[in-house]
């Protein structure tokens, strides 16, 4: 049974540039527990794809370097949606209004619509080439963004009220059979050591 799993970053620093923000010391051990959970997996995966974020890559940097003939590629199309601040709605107010209409940004950044409109093609030329081949497709992102591919690209059942739950990191594997047709998707964070929520 193929996979194809999704991975929310682990914990980082706050401080800096968002894309050069790194894991900080939880994230460091979570990265490292995560990189022994899908080994004892026995995932079959022959490339990564990730966010170039310093974050994202880091998280899947340990099970890419016990894993063998593995390559990582940093893929833009995988960075988080922008959404700048706004002095009348908190972060989490923005995220909230954005889950409940797909249209709606603030000034200056982006819709769930038209983010995923811009990387439908990305995530399809992925998805042909996993559903030719025996492997498992390993992807890793950040909160909204995979809350985006679950909803919109796989038809899953994901708003606000799911994305408040996701811990960091997250892990969604959802499983095919040999037709590829989607059987099923299953939220699982066990052995992962210090993960957080909000």
Do not use: C
């Amino acid at each position: 049974m193929k996979k194809i799993v999704l991975i929310r970053h682990g914990k980082a620093a706050m401080g800096g540039k968002d894309h050069e923000r790194e894991l900080d010391e939880d994230g460091i051990v979570q990265a490292n527990s995560l990189s022994k959970k899908l080994t004892n997996l026995g995932l079959n995966s022959s490339t990564i794809y990730t966010s170039p974020f310093k974050r994202a890559v880091q998280t899947i940097k340990p099970f890419s370097e016990t894993a063998k003939n593995i390559d990582i590629v940093e893929k833009k199309e995988l960075e988080e949606i922008h959404m700048p601040k706004n002095e009348k709605l908190t972060k989490h107010q923005i995220i909230e209004k954005m889950w409940e209409n797909e249209n709606f940004k603030v000034e200056g950044g982006t819709s769930h619509r038209d983010h995923f409109d811009k990387i439908n093609s990305f995530l399809l030329e992925i998805y042909e080439n996993f559903k030719k081949d025996d492997k498992d497709l390993v992807i890793i992102s950040h909160g909204v963004l995979i809350g985006m591919i679950l909803k919109f690209f796989f038809n899953i059942n994901f708003g606000f009220k799911e994305w408040k739950t996701m811990s960091m990191p997250d892990i969604y594997f959802l499983n095919f059979d040999k037709q590829n047709n989607l059987i099923d998707m299953k939220r699982d964070n066990s052995n992962i050591e210090r993960i957080f929520t909000i």
